[in-house]
């Protein structure tokens, strides 16, 4: 169960990350996070030492929500079946259907948006955010590497180049969902990916 002191935490937290994805880390004073969080500068200042240790708690944040929703997608995944493509078609699917199923147009990343002002934040904050992406690449360089112990890729792609193409596609369709208020580009996108992924493996 959660403690009060760590409900106020995630309040701020989780009001942070609207707000600065609305206005840009830059342009997000502590003063708009107060209001949106309804909480005094005592309250905010308890967990946080400001906006720099504000900008790691909401990194470390959204980068293990994303691992988690990540690792819950292909634990289903393989789940349903044992054929390593079959898996990460899948998963993407899956991947797919969640931002199909949300309420409201997807907020954005925070990641991307704080790599816009990247030059606003330390050394090891801009480190931890391409760590997370090293992770994403990683991720489906682990399920190529599986699916081509069993099938040939026609024609031949890094696999690097492949994942990489994963993260900009997401990124991408997440811009577009935003910008016409759709969650269907994104999705669209990723299905595109998805049938890509199909095509270079001569699935059918």
């Known amino acids: 169960m959660a403690t009060r002191s760590n409900s106020s935490r995630e309040r701020i937290l989780a ?32 967990h946080f030492d400001g906006k720099p240790g504000l900008a790691e708690a909401l990194i470390r944040r959204y980068l293990e929500q994303d691992d988690k929703i990540f690792a819950g997608l292909r634990a289903k995944a393989e789940d349903l079946s044992e054929d390593p493509l079959h898996q990460l078609l899948i998963f993407l699917k899956l991947l797919a259907e969640t931002f199909g199923q949300m ?10 948006s704080f790599t816009y002002e990247n030059q606003q934040f330390r050394e090891d904050l801009r480190e931890l955010m391409r760590s997370g992406i090293l992770n994403w690449r990683q991720m ?22 492949l994942a990489d193409m994963f993260t900009a596609i ?5 811009m577009l969902a935003r910008n016409f208020d759709d969650n ?12 890509f992924i199909r095509m270079l493996y001569g699935a059918t």
């Open 15 to 46: 009001c942070a990350e609207a707000v600065i994805l609305q206005k840009g880390f830059g342009g997000t004073s502590i003063d708009d996070i107060l209001e949106s969080a309804s909480i005094t500068k005592g309250g905010f200042f308890y």
């Open 103 to 112: 309420q409201t147009t997807h907020p954005g990343c925070l990641v991307a």
């Open 140 to 161: 489906i360089i682990e399920q190529l590497e599986a699916v081509d112990a069993k099938y040939e890729m026609n024609p031949e792609m890094e696999h690097e180049t």
């Open 170 to 174: 997401i990124e991408g369709g997440i």
């Open 184 to 195: 269907r580009l994104l999705v669209e996108q990723l299905l595109a990916y998805r049938s």
